[in-house]
């Protein structure tokens, strides 16, 4: 469910429309482990890094420590990066 007006969503509401598509899945863990796969997170410390590839689905700018507000067209790049594997 979007939670501002921009109609940006949670990871954990991420990982629910991944799962409501069929996708596997479990957790916002794993969901952090496949955007850093897809080059849209980097690994950081105690936390995940926004990159260049991924701002354009951030709310925020690149180098954001665990954005929290992502745009609904980023479900859709997930799932194709998961079918296409």
């Known amino acids: 469910m979007p939670y501002n007006y921009l ?7 991420i990982v629910q429309k991944l799962q409501e598509a069929g996708c596997g899945v479990r957790n916002v863990n794993e969901l952090n482990k496949i955007m850093e796969e897809m080059g849209l997170l980097n690994h950081c410390g105690n936390g995940w890094e926004t990159t260049d590839s991924g701002a354009k689905f ?6 954001v420590f665990n954005s929290d507000a992502w745009h609904p067209e980023l479900v859709d790049e997930i799932i194709n990066y998961l079918n296409g594997q």
């Open 7 to 13: 109609g940006n969503l949670k990871k954990r509401e």
């Open 58 to 63: 951030s709310m925020w700018h690149k180098g």
